[in-house]
């Protein structure tokens, strides 16, 4: 499976929501999600130096009228391969939904993969239909960074579709008046790690 990604750094979230509710984007439903990414044991291949990722991902689901009371909360193990073109975060990826996140992680630790760091991400997650292409839509903020983001993807199957979905995508995201320059291909992790190197 392919994950045809794009994000894109916004500055006013409510003018991205007044958009979407104009452009007849559905809000689904507001999730948190707290994602701890680990490396692979010592002497191994290093995944910041090869581009992949391994995350535990614990997603709470709730309407944001109700934050104070979750719908469902479920765990996934993912591996995202390294990015495979050089305007977007398109990448192989395979997730697992998994029982027991506390286990899997011991599991992981027992094996010697190395936990690096935890992002926290508060999410909004929109449906829309873009020309026949179901697309859905997040509007993000990154506590540690303080910043606000769009996010959105299509999934497919085959490398020969990467930039046809690329292309419905970028088109998509015109209607918003977000251009193709403004993609940023850096994961959260590598923006929270650019920030705290930074201080």
């Known amino acids: 499976m392919i994950e045809v990604e794009i994000k894109v750094k916004i500055s006013d979230p409510n003018l991205m929501r007044k958009k979407f509710k104009e452009n007849n984007g559905i809000y689904k439903l507001s999730l948190e999600h707290e994602d701890t ?4 044991p010592e002497g191994s291949r290093d995944f910041k130096q090869t581009d992949e990722a ?3 991902r614990k997603s ?3 309407l944001k009228d109700n934050i104070s009371k979750p719908q469902k909360i479920n765990y996934y193990i993912t591996y995202k391969g390294k ?3 050089k305007t977007t975060k398109t990448r192989e990826e395979i997730e697992i939904k998994i029982s027991a996140i506390e286990d899997m992680k011991n599991l992981l630790k027992f094996l010697g993969f ?3 760091f935890t992002v926290v991400k508060k999410r909004e997650l929109y449906d829309f239909m873009f020309e026949g292409t179901r697309i859905e839509a997040l509007i993000d903020y990154i506590p540690i960074l303080k910043q606000h983001f769009v996010e959105v ?3 497919t199957e085959s490398i020969d579709n990467v930039e046809k979905s690329k ?3 970028f088109q998509f995201l015109a209607k918003f008046e977000i251009k193709k320059e403004e993609s940023i291909r850096r994961s959260y992790l590598e923006l929270i790690s650019d920030k705290l190197n930074g201080i």
């Open 37 to 40: 990414y680990f490396n692979m």
């Open 54 to 56: 391994l995350r535990l």
């Open 60 to 62: 709470v689901e709730f």
């Open 83 to 85: 990015k495979i073109d």
């Open 114 to 116: 190395r936990d690096i």
């Open 153 to 155: 993807e299509l999934i």
């Open 167 to 169: 292309e419905i995508l």
